[in-house]
């Protein structure tokens, strides 16, 4: 497990592009038959990659439970949001199995105990994303298939960012703790997501960006509102953005991406808007 620890904004200030990366990016999230985790401290974010491909993956798998967490088992005192971003595959939590086809996403309440993850062939293997947060409640593990999302358009084409945002683990679906999640899908010829730019201080954000087409790539802008900096994202690639930072990306092409937020609150507008002339 890869541990990201807290970062000052003014130490970020004085930071080379390498140590932008090593700090916030997550890259090499789906390796054939492993779970791949980044712990981060900025409000206890956990992100996983899982591609099973030959077998059966449980998600405790090269991890040591307790050394990382203190607790007996994963979800133990966790909830999680997955969304599958491959091929058809499944997930089984305490014995009972859920199929996911491409972006359809399985919400698991704190205290499920077993958790293993399938593809239904090896040669489409499922990619499936994690995110999760501390819970102190426990609610309805809960499938969410793509047409069950709460779908927003926004945005317009003359300012290229005509997109739709889907809200899959969010309080207008179901009750969870504190992890909200959702996919934002652009349209062809719109490039800008989350722009006009916000932050919110009061959680935390990780993006993880995917359909970005081969030989594409996204510019995501990071950083505090007055000292911007950016990242080149590549597909599947993943970024954790601290409450006192913006998250706004750019791409070459269109593209999806999926947001995954947890702290003090539920609410989705609850965010510091900013006008593009207030930044630098």
């Known amino acids: ?91 089984e939590a305490d014995g009972t199995r859920y199929d996911l086809g491409y972006e359809d996403c399985l919400y698991i309440t704190k205290g499920t105990k077993e958790v293993s993850f399938g593809s239904i062939s090896p040669t489409e293997p499922a990619k499936f994303y994690l995110a999760s947060t501390p819970a102190h409640k426990v609610c309805k593990t809960t499938f969410l298939s793509f047409e069950n999302a709460n779908h927003r358009p926004c945005g317009d084409a003359e300012s290229a960012n005509k997109r739709v945002i889907n809200q899959f683990i969010h309080p207008d679906v179901l009750e969870t703790c504190q992890l909200s999640m959702g996919l934002t899908q652009l349209a062809p010829g719109s490039v800008w997501n989350t722009m006009p730019s916000h932050t919110h201080e009061r959680r935390m954000e990780v993006y993880t960006y995917f359909e970005i087409p081969e030989d594409q790539a996204v510019m995501h802008f990071m950083g505090q509102p007055q000292e911007t900096r950016h990242l080149v994202i590549q ?39 900013l006008k593009p002339s207030e930044m630098k």
Request: overall charge negative; charged content about 20%.
């Open 1 to 91: 497990m890869d541990i990201r620890y807290s970062a000052n904004p003014n130490d970020v200030k004085r930071y080379t592009t390498q140590e932008l990366r090593d700090e916030f990016l997550i890259t090499g999230l789906y390796v054939p038959d492993t779970v791949q985790a980044t712990y981060s401290h900025v409000d206890r974010m956990v992100v996983m990659g899982i591609m099973p491909v030959q077998e059966q993956v449980p998600i405790d798998k090269g991890i040591d439970i307790w050394a990382n967490f203190g607790t007996n088992f994963f979800f133990e005192r966790r909830e999680a949001g997955i969304f599958n971003l491959g091929g058809k595959g499944f997930i």
């Open 235 to 273: 597909n599947f690639d993943a970024v954790i953005s601290p409450s006192w930072s913006i998250h706004s990306g750019c791409g070459t092409s269109n593209y999806t991406f999926i947001w995954a937020m947890g702290g003090e609150n539920l609410a989705f507008d609850d965010m510091d808007n």
